[in-house]
């Protein structure tokens, strides 16, 4: 079974820096695309973050370039998130997703407050 | 970026019933090779999402075959041909076809 696990979430000040990690199992992190997608408290859901499986390449949406990354660890089969210069409205529940959205995770809570 | 309009909102059912949520895009969602990127997922209260029809018709493995998406360009639909209690939830439609991809605003499905 398909298994997707992020961890690292928290309460962060205005400013600061965060990692996310995304232990998957079951599916290869180097042979598919991978993505991230948050959800802020009580609204929908936002695609931002996008990393392909065959050549690496990334995507980010306007709303994080600059100040998150994407990558992977092919060895690990894990995903990452690097997020800087994070921002109240960064606050959400974010999700690691495979390829076209048919996995997710089970989403890791980042909070940004003073 | 493309804007995916999701109507109605929120929708309240009889058990038994059928149920129709409409997706609509503001540009094509016909890719470059052809295939057309429409995706629908249902959220359940604290649960993660999980998607349900991909490419506007497919559906994934376990989905119900009451459930139905059609459509093509721009106008989507998602059906429930007899609603069930384990329907409930926020459904989204969401674009793969464009960067960045979108998603929908979310039509809330409830039973009556």
């Known amino acids: 079974e398909v298994q997707l696990v992020e961890s690292g979430g928290g309460l962060v000040q205005p400013g600061g820096s965060l990692r996310l990690s995304c232990r998957v199992s079951?599916?290869?992190?180097?042979?598919?695309?991978m993505n991230w997608v948050r959800q802020a408290p009580g609204t929908g859901l936002e695609w931002f973050s996008y990393?392909?499986?065959?050549?690496?390449?990334?995507y980010h949406a306007d709303s994080v370039k600059g100040r998150f990354t994407i990558s992977r660890d092919n060895a690990k089969n894990s995903l990452y998130l690097q997020m800087d210069s994070l921002r109240v409205e960064d606050t959400a529940v974010y999700y690691c997703?495979?390829?076209?959205?048919?996995?997710w995770g089970q989403g890791t809570l980042v909070t940004v407050s003073s | 970026d493309v804007v995916m309009t999701q109507s109605p909102l929120s929708q309240s059912v009889t058990l038994g019933q059928p149920a129709s949520i409409s997706c609509r895009s503001s540009?094509?969602?016909?890719?470059?090779?052809?295939?057309?990127?429409l995706i629908w997922f249902r959220q359940r209260p604290g649960q993660s999402p999980r998607r349900l029809i991909y490419e506007v018709s497919n559906r994934d493995s376990g989905v119900p075959d009451r459930f139905s998406g059609s459509g093509s360009g721009t106008d989507f639909t998602l059906k429930i041909s007899r609603v069930e209690a384990e329907d409930v939830g926020i459904y989204y439609c969401?674009?793969?076809?464009?960067?960045?991809?979108?998603f929908g605003q979310g039509t809330k499905v409830e039973i009556k």
């Open positions: 540009q094509s969602l016909v890719h470059s090779n052809g295939n057309t990127y």
């Open positions: 997703m495979g390829g076209h959205a048919e996995h």
């Open positions: 079951e599916y290869s992190v180097s042979s598919h695309d």
């Open positions: 969401m674009q793969d076809a464009h960067w960045p991809w979108t």
């Open positions: 990393i392909s499986g065959e050549s690496g390449v990334t």
